[in-house]
């Protein structure tokens, strides 16, 4: 099948708009459960009625893992951001409440967060063992609601089409907390703009009554946990800096 170039390219797979379908292909080093893994976790945040491209088929293309979804037209609310400066406060709101809509869902099917972690805390080679004992023990202690978390929140992973908001790549969602959700994104948000960051947190915080102090309790958890994901030496060393910051 010839897919002509992608549209977009990540970590693990690149994205093709084939005959008004999107076509994700996934890179041949992942586990041959990649993608049902990750179409499962989409098919149930779309069977709770949130606004999620619909899975098609889960198949083999080109010798490759696919996942065949709807194709949602539209801009990503980070491509309008930087289009629509003056427009700030009104997507922040947007983001802010499509954030909170996940939260509301509870989800007791999908794999916990808690392991999830835990599996990327142990596989973060930069931390010793010193740092890795005293995360996976603080990890331990949390105690919280399963809630439905994206895991990858950010505003490049929302197609907006008119008044519609659809939210796309679900391979990090899990059954957890959503401090620790909210803390994720706001450490996204700040390795590029710590300006939308504090925006983000203090609107997050106003909306749903959690305290700052609360979502913080999750820093060098999270922190230690994106360790795992590779990044510039300049993200990773703001990512230890929170993590040795705690043991200290």
Same mark, same amino acid.
């Given at each position: #099948?010839?897919?002509?170039? =992608?549209?977009?390219?990540?970590?693990?797979?690149?994205?093709?708009?084939?005959?008004?379908?999107?076509?994700?292909?996934?890179?041949?080093?992942?586990?041959?459960?990649?993608?049902?893994?990750?179409?499962?976790?989409?098919?149930?945040?779309?069977?709770?009625?949130?606004?999620? =491209?619909?899975?098609?088929?889960?198949?083999?293309?080109?010798?490759?893992?696919?996942? @065949? #979804?709807?194709?949602?037209?539209? *801009?990503?609310?980070?491509?309008?951001?930087?289009?629509? *400066?003056? *427009?700030?406060?009104?997507?922040?709101?947007?983001?802010?409440?499509?954030?909170?809509?996940?939260?509301?869902?509870?989800?007791?099917?999908?794999?916990?967060?808690?392991? *999830?972690?835990?599996?990327?805390?142990?596989?973060?080679?930069?931390?010793?063992?010193?740092?890795?004992?005293?995360?996976?023990?603080?990890?331990?202690?949390?105690?919280?609601?399963?809630?439905?978390?994206?895991?990858?929140?950010? =505003?490049?992973?929302? @197609?907006?089409?008119?008044?519609?908001?659809?939210? @796309?790549?679900?391979?990090?969602?899990?059954?957890?907390?959503?401090?620790?959700?909210?803390?994720?994104?706001?450490?996204?948000?700040?390795?590029?703009? #710590?300006?939308?960051?504090?925006?983000?947190?203090?609107?997050?915080?106003?909306?749903?009554?959690?305290?700052?102090?609360?979502?913080?309790?999750?820093? =060098?958890?999270?922190?230690?946990?994106?360790?795992?994901?590779?990044?510039?030496?300049?993200?990773?060393?703001?990512?230890?800096?929170?993590?040795?910051?705690?043991?200290?």
């Amino acid at each position: #099948m010839k897919l002509g170039n =992608p549209i977009a390219m990540g970590n693990t797979a690149k994205i093709f708009l084939y005959k008004n379908k999107i076509i994700k292909l996934f890179n041949d080093y992942l586990p041959d459960t990649e993608s049902v893994y990750e179409a499962n976790k989409q098919s149930f945040a779309y069977s709770c009625g949130l606004s999620v =491209p619909n899975v098609l088929d889960v198949t083999k293309i080109n010798g490759k893992q696919a996942i @065949i #979804m709807e194709y949602v037209e539209g *801009k990503t609310l980070g491509e309008l951001l930087s289009e629509n *400066k003056e *427009k700030l406060g009104y997507y922040m709101d947007l983001f802010v409440d499509s954030q909170r809509k996940i939260h509301l869902v509870k989800a007791d099917s999908l794999e916990p967060m808690s392991e *999830k972690l835990h599996r990327q805390i142990q596989s973060a080679h930069i931390l010793d063992q010193r740092y890795k004992s005293h995360l996976l023990k603080k990890l331990d202690e949390m105690t919280f609601e399963k809630r439905l978390c994206h895991g990858d929140f950010h =505003p490049f992973n929302l @197609i907006i089409s008119g008044n519609d908001v659809t939210i @796309i790549d679900w391979v990090d969602s899990s059954a957890g907390d959503v401090r620790a959700d909210v803390y994720r994104t706001y450490l996204l948000y700040s390795q590029f703009s #710590m300006y939308l960051a504090d925006m983000y947190l203090l609107l997050y915080c106003e909306k749903s009554g959690c305290s700052k102090d609360e979502i913080f309790q999750w820093a =060098p958890i999270i922190a230690g946990a994106r360790l795992s994901e590779g990044g510039t030496s300049e993200q990773a060393e703001q990512l230890l800096r929170i993590v040795k910051k705690d043991v200290m």
